[in-house]
């Protein structure tokens, strides 16, 4: 029976992690915020968000492809204004990506799109169980294999 409920959440993480089904998301949750933010810039925008300002090369274990995707992607954040590079000042031969003032408004937007999104997908659910399901959820990631 254990073994049954670890395959269930196995396969269930495994359509969650896909790269497609977090590509669509991202798609949806980037509709209409402009140029130079899409499914494939999200994340490294969204990485920002999470961690702060990094160098390209910090910031590509985070997003899960290699430093010099990062830096293109990060390009296309910084010309549409949504990014800019600085000095760092623990090492002057690199430079930290850093969130604009438009990038942190545009990064509030996305997570109230997320949320909302959650929300609606939720909404049908019996009293209690997705407030139920968020504190799992938070638990499992804390004390489960990825923490």
């Known amino acids: 029976m254990e073994n049954e409920l670890g395959h269930e959440i ?18 949806r949750l980037t509709e209409g915020m402009g ?6 810039t999200y994340p490294v925008l969204s990485a920002l968000a999470r961690t702060g300002p990094r160098s390209a090369a910090d910031l590509a274990p985070e997003v899960g492809i290699d430093r010099s995707g ?6 296309r954040l910084e010309a549409a204004g949504l ?21 942190e408004r545009t990064t509030a937007e996305l997570r109230r799109r997320l949320a909302a999104h959650i929300t609606a997908a ?8 997705a407030e139920a399901f968020a504190h ?12």
Do not use: Y
Not at 18 to 23: E, H, I, N, Q, V
Not at 70 to 75: F, L, N
Not at 122 to 129: A, D, V
Not at 136 to 147: D, K, N, S, W
């Open 122 to 129: 939720l909404s049908s659910w019996p009293p209690g169980e």
């Open 35 to 40: 140029e130079g933010l899409d499914e494939v």
């Open 83 to 103: 990014v800019r590079r600085e000095a760092d000042p623990n090492d002057r031969r690199a430079n930290l990506l850093v969130l604009t003032d438009q990038g």
């Open 136 to 147: 799992h959820l938070r638990r499992f990631t804390v004390e489960g294999p990825f923490a």
């Open 70 to 75: 990062v830096t293109r992607r990060a390009s």
């Open 10 to 27: 196995a396969e269930a993480l495994g359509i969650l992690l896909r790269r497609t089904t977090r590509a669509q998301l991202h798609k």
